[in-house]
């Protein structure tokens, strides 16, 4: 059974780079598209991006300027880099694994950090 | 980008109703629907996908319905632990997008 441990800094000024790390116990790195989900306070989720284990990637247009997410199979672990942050980055961001067999959807979560951007 | 719309936008209920939540997408998705349900909290978790398949683990008392653009979660004899809310996602085309979720309360 798979599982997600993500971490990173929960606490950035306005200007500075969202940096989150998810890695990945269990199961086979190459099954799946290993992605990014960001939840508001009190809002809804949104789809920031996507890798899979080859390091194709896909972003949400909203954000793609500002978006980096990589991986390292190697560790078994992917990443989420936001540049430029502001207030309105900040939220709760899950790393999620998002298998493409069948009809694609995320099956597995992270629990989640809170970011919150605040000068 | 594809629009999901659930409706409606929160639901009182009590145990043992029966209630359904729909999610309408701006352009046929096929049957490329996914349901979650998430806790005060706690990540989302995967009820349905492909509009009516249910994930492993999950209680028959939910049902997924629905293929194009028209798609319902229904929830047969509610439990105290299906409070929640819950949203739907469509998983044809990146941007991958949710509805805005459904809060079900006492």
């Known amino acids: 059974q798979v599982q997600l441990q993500q971490w990173g800094a929960g606490l950035l000024k306005p200007s500075e780079t969202l940096s989150l790390t998810c890695a990945v116990y269990g199961g086979s790195f190459s099954d799946s598209y290993w992605s990014w989900i960001r939840q508001p306070p009190g809002k809804g989720l949104e789809w920031i991006g996507e890798?899979?284990?080859?390091?194709?990637?896909n972003y949400n247009p909203s954000l793609k300027s500002r978006v980096t997410i990589s991986i390292d199979t190697s560790k078994n672990q992917f990443s989420l880099k936001l540049s430029s942050v502001t207030a309105a980055d900040t939220a709760v961001y899950f790393c999620?694994?998002?298998?493409?067999?069948?009809?694609?959807?995320?099956?597995?979560w992270g629990q989640g950090t809170m970011v919150t951007v605040s000068s | 980008d594809i629009q999901m719309t659930q409706s409606p936008s929160s639901l009182s209920a009590s145990v043992g109703d029966r209630v359904t939540i729909t999610c309408r997408a701006s352009q046929t998705i096929n049957n490329y629907l996914n349901w979650y349900q998430q806790k005060p909290g706690k990540a989302p978790k995967l009820l349905i996908y492909a509009a009516s398949s249910l994930q492993g683990g999950v209680p028959s008392r939910f049902s997924g319905s629905g293929s194009g653009t028209d798609f319902t979660l229904t929830i047969n004899s509610l439990q105290p632990e299906d409070f929640a809310t819950y949203y739907c996602?469509?998983?044809?085309?990146?941007?991958?997008?949710f509805g805005q979720g459904t809060k079900l309360e006492i």
């Open positions: 890798i899979n284990h080859r390091g194709s990637t």
């Open positions: 996602q469509q998983s044809y085309s990146t941007p991958y997008t």
């Open positions: 999620a694994s998002f298998p493409k067999h069948l009809v694609p959807r995320i099956d597995i």
